[in-house]
């Protein structure tokens, strides 16, 4: 009976250290987004967006960046990105689902649901934690599943969708730079794992496209506001 006690002790000390350490992942990772070296331009398109990729330390897969120049108020650009409840109606889909779960030490918890319109390939999900850094900065980083299984809350959550694939790496980060009074320089950087079957190119091309189009659509929602 001792040994067994022993046992479920270290099994409780194994998901608790493995929650640390996928928590700390994600926080590095955001510092490393948040390092301006060794990004590569990969991409000038048309609609003047520059798309930037780089290596993160430990993991398959590279983070992208964003950027382009505007000439509206960017505040309208960082209020779009917090307002969680209406993502469905910003980036124009019905089958999104996103809400705002809950508020402790200055971080907004929140839930997403992304539906995937592949056959044979399951739905993402996941929790992450939102907050407004600054008048410049808006950051964000994924909950690990095994604090998301110790939280009741946050159980319910994810127990709605049980056969999604749960993402555990992911962060990010809006930043807006003045550039004059009238122009600025409004980035969004990204590291996503989709996990579940995805092959790392499969995964690279949701993650390019999903960055792209969600960007697009915040920038569009943000101008939108500025001008009512």
Not at 60 to 77: G, H, T, Y
Not at 181 to 209: C, H, K, P, R
């Amino acid at each position: 009976m001792q040994n067994k006690f022993h046992i479920l002790q270290l099994c409780y000390l194994s998901v608790f250290f493995i929650s640390i350490l996928k928590a700390d992942d994600n926080l590095k990772i955001l510092k490393q987004l948040k390092d301006n070296k060794d990004w590569i331009l990969i991409e000038d398109r048309s609609d003047s967006i520059r798309v930037y990729e780089k290596q993160i330390d430990r993991m398959d897969l590279k983070a992208l960046k964003v950027e382009k120049v505007v000439k509206f108020n960017p505040k309208s650009i960082l209020e779009t990105v917090m307002d969680i409840n209406n993502y469905s109606n910003i980036l124009s889909s019905d089958d999104l689902t996103s809400f705002i779960i809950g508020q402790k030490n200055n971080l907004i918890y929140a839930y997403n649901h992304i539906p995937i319109p592949l056959p044979f390939i399951e739905d993402r999900h996941y929790i992450f934690t939102i907050k407004k850094v600054s008048n410049k900065e808006v950051s964000w980083s994924l909950v690990d599943y095994a604090k998301v299984k110790a939280t009741s809350k946050l159980k319910a959550m994810i127990n709605k969708n049980p056969t999604a694939v749960y993402l555990d790496y992911g962060a990010g980060f809006w930043y807006v730079e003045p550039l004059t009074e009238s122009i600025s320089q409004v980035s969004y950087t990204l590291y996503m794992d989709s996990g579940g079957a995805l092959t790392n190119n499969l995964n690279d091309l949701f993650t390019s496209q999903s960055i792209i189009n969600l960007y697009k659509n915040v920038l569009k929602e943000g101008k939108k506001r500025v001008e009512k």
